[in-house]
């Protein structure tokens, strides 16, 4: 078409995966076009926004689902090492940026908080005694600490230990190593440092089809929210980082990799406090058990977040249910979602499905002072008039067949989807998200631009010095990555003025 607008690249959504993969981009090929469409207003106003997540650097210090007890009592850590070292690599990253001096001040989005794990009754006692051996093994996990003195917890978490009955035992590990970051205000830096990089960045832009031309590319239909007009872009490569919006441009492209996938919506709510004397007692991200039948992403967790410059505390998450696939998305996305190919696959996570159903009605129809019980398992004194509840981020989890799960498995974790010939990619999926949002655009490159790699690997190195190697196997290579990270990104100060 005559009116068609072409550039190198096309991102799909301004949240910290688009922003993460452009800022990559930049810094390997310089030269090249990129252009980014977001239906909102703003960047990281979605799945990235500070509100809409926990807002933990996840690194499996404190994550009690990424350590699984087997059937022989030994605990299986091997999930926990990949989400350390996935989020080691995002620390590489931006402390590249910050001693580039494209990002000025690292405070403005991760800080350091202690991420410890807290559980109750012998079983859970015992269960976090043998992962605190075995982590505390590994050079990923060093400086954790395990204590089942009541005395020691009334130092580390005085608000949860304050009026705690002690009828039966408890325990909890505890890492300074642990952070805090705001998604949305990094999502915002990024996009900030790529508008200074000539990055074309096009806001209230709806993206309505997606298909392949015959010259090759990717043309797009993009409709501008504001004036209704229509315009053509197209690109030779596109990546649809939009949420949970991805799965319905995934499907648009036609690409048989994306047959037969399909997608669950979760919603999120959290409990917000507003009373500063009650934040004021409490400095840590505390995770304790998910409950039986709960999914994965509803793990409790009592959390001390930064968010327009001052400490806030959020407990949660409560799961609910919407057929929604973004926050600001449509009460027809899950039905749209059903094609004639996810059709048995959709039906069959129905049935297997049949307990997380339940689960979320059951969340859906709790009162407030049902979920301010839930909080006094963290908080015994917690009163209500100092809690307010919060609507959270909409997540979406991939429901494919595999190997091992068989038809309509429910995935819990995040995937990228990209074509044959690495001409377009979508990320589905959520969690560890967005702390491992580099080590995941990496891999995009990687499946994408293999053609590229052997030239772009000396500036991948020197943005991410432990590229192409296993952390775990390096433990000296662990801690001269942890100290000039930390030294880059402030965390050590942080640190001491948190023990201060």
């Not at 409490?282 to 999914?295: C, F, S």
């Amino acid at each position: 078409m005559s009116n068609r607008q072409t550039t190198d690249v096309i991102l799909i959504g301004a949240g910290i995966m688009s922003a993460t993969l452009g800022a990559l981009l930049k810094e390997l090929m310089p030269s090249w076009k990129i252009s980014v469409f977001e239906k909102l207003g703003s960047a990281g106003e979605e799945s990235s926004n500070e509100w809409n997540n926990a807002g933990t650097g996840h690194s499996a210090l404190c994550e009690l689902n990424y350590t699984n007890e087997k059937p022989d009592g030994s605990i299986d850590i091997n999930k926990a090492i990949k989400v350390n070292e996935e989020f080691q690599v995002s620390r590489q990253f931006w402390s590249y940026l910050v001693n580039s001096n494209l990002i000025r001040n690292p405070r403005d989005f991760i800080v350091s908080v202690p991420h410890m794990s807290f559980v109750q009754g012998d079983k859970d006692v015992n269960f976090l005694r043998k992962r605190f051996a075995a982590l505390s093994a590994n050079p990923l996990f060093d400086g954790m600490e395990f204590s089942d003195s009541p005395e020691k917890l009334k130092e580390w978490i005085p608000l949860m230990m304050q009026n705690r009955t002690l009828d039966k035992p408890i325990a909890a590990t505890r890492s300074e190593a642990g952070t805090d970051v705001n998604f949305g205000a990094l999502t915002r830096i990024l996009f900030k440092h790529l508008q200074k990089q000539n990055v074309n960045l096009e806001y209230k832009r709806s993206v309505e089809d997606i298909k392949r031309t015959s010259d090759g590319l990717w043309e797009m239909k993009v409709r501008n929210l504001d004036t209704g007009s229509v315009e053509r872009h197209a690109a030779p490569f596109v990546f649809i980082g939009g949420g949970g919006g991805s799965l319905h441009l995934l499907q648009k492209t036609g690409i048989k990799e994306g047959k037969g996938v399909g997608g669950f919506p979760v919603s999120g709510l959290f409990m917000v406090c507003k009373n500063p004397e009650v934040v004021a007692k409490h400095r840590a991200k505390v995770y304790g058990q998910a409950p039986v039948g709960a999914p994965p992403m509803s793990v409790p967790h009592l959390d001390t977040r930064m968010i327009d410059g001052k400490e806030s505390l959020l407990f949660g998450p409560f799961a609910g249910f919407s057929p929604k696939f973004l926050k600001t998305g449509s009460m027809f996305d899950l039905i749209t979602s059903v094609k004639p190919h996810n059709l048995l696959t959709m039906l069959a996570a129905g049935v297997k499905s049949a307990s997380l159903t339940m689960y979320l009605i059951k969340q859906v129809m709790l009162s407030k002072e049902q979920r301010m019980n839930d909080l006094r398992q963290f908080v015994p004194d917690a009163n209500s008039n100092d809690w307010d509840l919060l609507v959270a981020g909409q997540r979406v989890q991939i429901i494919k067949d595999t190997p091992t799960g068989g038809k309509g498995t429910l995935q819990f974790g995040t995937e990228v989807i990209s074509a044959a010939d690495g001409s377009v990619a979508a990320l589905l999926g959520a969690s560890p998200g967005a702390s491992t949002a580099v080590s995941v655009m990496l891999e995009v490159i990687n499946k994408c631009f293999p053609q590229h790699i052997k030239a772009w690997e000396p500036k991948i190195k020197e943005m991410i010095p432990s590229y192409g190697v296993k952390l775990m196997e390096n433990p000296e290579l662990v801690r001269e990555i942890q100290a000039t990270t930390g030294r880059a990104l402030g965390l050590k100060s942080e640190l001491q003025a948190a023990v201060k």
